[in-house]
Nanobody, 112 residues
Framework: VQLQASGGGLVQAGGSLRLSCVASGIIFRITHMAWYRQAPGNQRELVAVISSGGSTNYADSVKGRFTISKDNAKNTMYLQMNSLKPEDTAVYYC???????WGTGTQVTVSS
């Protein structure tokens, strides 16, 4: 199983980024997935979840600003991040729920 995250970068507050997570070695369409993030000195926290059927849930801190989605044909999960704030700065990771499989991290830095 491999999860490869990408799409991070440096953006000004109020800007947008779209993260991608490409999965291999799994039956993607039946897999529940999630995005987590970890800021320096903080614990890793759950950002958003998408079920195999496409149902979504979000942390309160990102509701209304972030959108999680997936494309089963491309084995790819996305995180569209709008209205970014400096407190969104973190390394973002994708994960297969109920497993120990984590993707590579991608750094998101939001400047004020």
């Amino acid at each position: 199983v491999q999860l490869q995250a990408s799409g991070g970068g440096l953006v000004q507050a109020g800007g947008s980024l779209r993260l991608s997570c490409v999965a291999s070695g799994i039956i993607f369409r039946i897999t529940h997935m999630a995005w987590y993030r970890q800021a320096p000195g903080n614990q890793r926290e759950l950002v958003a979840v998408i079920s195999s059927g496409g149902s979504t849930n979000y942390a309160d801190s990102v509701k209304g600003r972030f959108t999680i989605s997936k494309d089963n044909a491309k084995n790819t999960m996305y995180l569209q991040m709008n209205s970014l704030k400096p407190e969104d700065t973190a390394v973002y990771y994708c994960k297969i729920l109920a497993s120990d499989f984590w993707g590579t991290g991608t750094q998101v830095t939001v400047s004020s």
